[in-house]
């Protein structure tokens, strides 16, 4: 299983091996190489099909069933990883891409995030991000299908597409996200 993960601020896609992905997540561990920790809101669908160079038109057909989450992004320390490596480290630490159990149907996608229902991230109470509205359909289409030029995607697999810029977490902070009806993330950063 790929986590192919489309950015915030558009621009090409990265992968995210399948050793980040978990579930559920009450404590992180930030390892000595790692300088800083910041978490970035995403909506993740799971592929309905496998295909490559997907046409817009034909895209939704690939999303099924999705969670909002969070990835975690690493800032790392001067000379504690190979410089040909960073790009690769920061996006693949272990238990960093945070989506919960509980998948929804896609027909449910509409309103899901709303100024009634935000996808806030806390940092010890206090919110640091609110995300109102998810992308269009079209432009989840238009993405997708921008990732799928390059690479093949399987049935099962996951695609995210990060909702929003990163938000710092630090050592002992408590980093909580609230999407949804009741979704719920939360995290001790160690």
Same mark, same amino acid.
């Given at each position: 299983m790929n986590?192919?993960?489309? #950015?915030?601020?558009g621009?090409? @896609?990265?992968?995210r091996s399948d050793s980040t992905l978990?579930?559920?997540?009450?404590? @992180?561990?930030?390892p000595d190489y790692v300088e800083s920790i910041s978490a970035v809101p995403v909506i993740c669908?799971?592929?309905?099909?496998?295909?490559?160079?997907?046409q817009e038109?034909?895209?939704?057909?690939?999303?099924? #069933?999705?969670? *909002?989450g969070l990835v975690l992004k690493a800032g790392l320390r001067d000379g504690m990883v190979y410089e040909d490596d960073r790009l690769f480290v920061c996006n693949a630490l272990d238990y960093s891409t945070v989506i919960?159990?509980?998948?929804? #149907?896609?027909?449910?996608?509409?309103?899901?995030?709303?100024?009634s229902r935000p996808f806030e991230i806390k940092?010890?109470?206090?919110?640091?991000?609110?995300?109102?509205? *998810? #992308?269009?359909?079209?432009?989840? *289409?238009?993405r997708f299908s921008s990732i799928s030029r390059y690479c093949s995607v399987r049935t099962g697999d996951m695609i995210a597409f990060?909702?929003?810029?990163?938000?710092?977490?630090?050592?002992?902070?408590?980093?909580?996200?609230? @999407?949804?009806?009741?979704?719920?993330?939360?995290?001790?950063i160690h």
């Open positions: 986590i192919l993960v489309s #950015p915030f601020d621009g090409s @896609f990265y992968f978990i579930r559920l997540l009450t404590d @992180f561990y930030i669908f799971r592929s309905e099909r496998s295909g490559k160079a997907v038109k034909f895209a939704a057909r690939y999303l099924g #069933p999705f969670s *909002c919960p159990y509980d998948l929804i #149907p896609v027909d449910r996608l509409n309103g899901h995030i709303s100024e940092i010890n109470g206090i919110t640091k991000s609110s995300v109102i509205s *998810c #992308p269009s359909m079209d432009e989840l *289409c238009r990060e909702l929003g810029k990163a938000i710092p977490a630090g050592h002992d902070e408590h980093l909580t996200a609230h @999407f949804g009806a009741g979704g719920t993330i939360s995290i001790v």
